[in-house]
């Protein structure tokens, strides 16, 4: 059901041995509110865990209280009273931290995309938020006292779901957020540091081999590039490095849609959708199986060419355009 916010308290302050799972794929506002709502149980004297079902990245450990995180295996035998999803449009995007609680649903998902389904007890998925640990920020300040690492990894999911504060779901509320987590001691330097600067010569590399895949179409509105298997093994790069390409593309002058394809391994093409103004490329990526927000959305496909994927995806996408009139 539909949870309003103090319900979702209310739930959460009855836990005793909670465990907060994120996505696959994690990004920045996975990594932060699922450490973040794990401190906050734990300070309300709860045992949580706080789960990432999937390699993280590796300079988000550079973010303090992210150390806190676990993977699907180092939990496997454990119980909970108390389970919450967060930023996980659909159950599917938890991986195999399913396997932690057979047989129910999570307890509470918080989440902020639009695709969400509301597949726990408690859901309280609301698209007005610019990311989930604005959500968690709404909990987490009605329970504890808060601290610097607490403050910090809430701003690293607004920080990161914001592209640092630049996408239209910024608002007064975004700003505010931040203002009060940087009252409680949270920097977003060291935030931004981690995130933005963390190319090193084999990831400089790969774009460059990127940008030699570079197509524009429809008048310079729609632009696409893919990375390929080969191209990860040639430069020695995985494809946690190809974080933050897809804005590279979105950022040239005049084009409304960017897509990047990521091919690993050969058979499957991991597809991130971005647009500027109009394009809810979130609909595009349903269509083909996946899901996101307005603005930036993603699928996994699996083709036996990476040029198959190229062609479906690129056809969709120009139809959307198409559709918006531009
Ligand atoms: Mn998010």
Same mark, same amino acid.
């Given at each position: 059901m539909k949870a309003t916010l103090d319900q979702v308290v209310a739930r959460l302050k009855r836990a005793k041995r909670a465990l907060v799972v994120g996505h696959i794929r994690p990004d920045g506002d996975a990594i932060g509110s699922v450490a973040a709502l794990t401190l906050i149980l734990r300070k309300l004297g709860a045992e949580a865990e706080g789960c990432i079902p999937d390699r993280i990245?590796? $300079?988000?450990? %550079?973010?303090?209280?992210? %150390?806190i995180l676990r993977g699907v295996e180092e939990l496997r035998g454990r119980t909970f009273d108390t389970v919450a999803v967060l930023? *996980?449009?659909?159950? *599917?995007?938890?991986g195999d931290a399913i396997? #932690? $609680?057979?047989?129910r649903e999570p307890d509470v998902v918080l989440d902020h995309h639009v695709? &969400?389904?509301? $597949?726990? !007890?408690l859901n309280l998925c609301?698209?007005? +938020?610019?990311?989930?640990a604005m959500i968690v920020h709404e909990i987490g300040k009605r329970l504890v006292p808060y601290d610097r690492d607490l403050a910090e990894l809430l701003l690293l999911g607004i920080a990161t779901d914001t592209g640092f504060f630049k +996408?239209?779901? !910024?608002d007064e509320r975004a700003f505010t957020v931040a203002a009060e987590l940087t009252r409680h001691g949270a920097r977003i330097q060291p935030i931004a540091s981690a995130v #933005?600067?963390?190319?090193t010569p084999k990831t400089i590399r790969l774009l460059v081999e990127m940008f030699r895949t570079l197509r524009l179409e429809v008048g310079g509105r729609l632009a696409y590039a893919y990375v390929s298997a080969d191209m990860f093994r040639r430069t020695g790069?995985? %494809? =946690?490095?190809? %974080?933050g390409f897809v804005g590279e593309i979105r950022a040239?002058?005049? !084009? =409304?849609v960017a897509i990047l394809f990521t091919e690993w391994p050969e058979g499957e093409v991991h597809v991130s959708l971005r647009s500027k &103004?109009? !394009?809810?490329v979130s609909r595009v990526a349903r269509a083909l199986g996946g899901g996101g927000h307005p603005r930036a959305a993603g699928c996994t496909l699996h083709v036996p060419r990476l040029q198959d994927a190229v062609t479906t995806v690129v056809e969709a996408a120009r139809a959307a355009l198409v559709e918006a009139g531009i």
């Open positions: 990245p590796w $300079f988000y450990r %550079e973010i303090q209280g992210t %150390e930023d *996980s449009s659909d159950i *599917s995007r938890i396997d #932690l $609680f057979p047989d695709t &969400n389904s509301g $597949f726990g !007890v609301d698209p007005g +938020y610019a990311a989930t +996408y239209a779901t !910024v #933005l600067e963390h190319r790069c995985d %494809e =946690e490095e190809t %974080e040239l002058h005049g !084009v =409304e &103004n109009y !394009v809810d």
